[in-house]
């Protein structure tokens, strides 16, 4: 599959901000999704996951609470509900997608194997 971030944009700190990623394969239903973080001078972070039934996800303790993903397989489509923005949430976003994604594995990038292009979102306090 290949997959295409979008919803980026500047927002004040207090709102709300959806994020998309979609994808183009017709297997999408069968990898476990996932949104990253990377903002300037840091490492890429983990955001929080999705299984590929959508019933299970997991997030990151920054986030747990304010963030929320939800996935559309009828429409290959990824998406990361963002409320409550914060400064500290500015970054490029980037979804990834894997197909054999142990549990253990969740936070580690090198556990997806198909990444999209990232889209900006800057929290201005």
């Known amino acids: 599959v290949q997959l295409q971030a979008s919803g980026g944009g500047l927002v004040q700190a207090g709102s709300s901000l959806r994020l998309s990623c979609a994808t183009s394969g017709r297997s999408f239903s069968s990898y476990a999704a996932a949104w990253f973080r990377q903002a300037p001078g840091k490492e890429r972070e983990f955001v929080g996951t999705?299984?590929?039934?959508?019933?299970?996800?997991f997030y990151a303790h920054s986030v747990k609470g304010r963030f929320t993903i939800s996935r559309d397989n009828a429409k290959n489509t990824v998406y990361l509900q963002m409320n409550s923005l914060k400064p500290e949430d500015t970054a490029v976003y980037y979804c990834?997608?894997?197909?054999?994604?142990?549990?253990?594995?969740?936070?580690?990038?090198?556990?997806?194997?198909?990444w999209g292009q990232g889209t900006l979102v800057t929290v201005s306090s």
């Open positions: 999705i299984s590929r039934n959508g019933i299970n996800t």
């Open positions: 990834a997608a894997g197909q054999r994604v142990i549990q253990s594995a969740i936070r580690d990038p090198k556990a997806y194997d198909t």
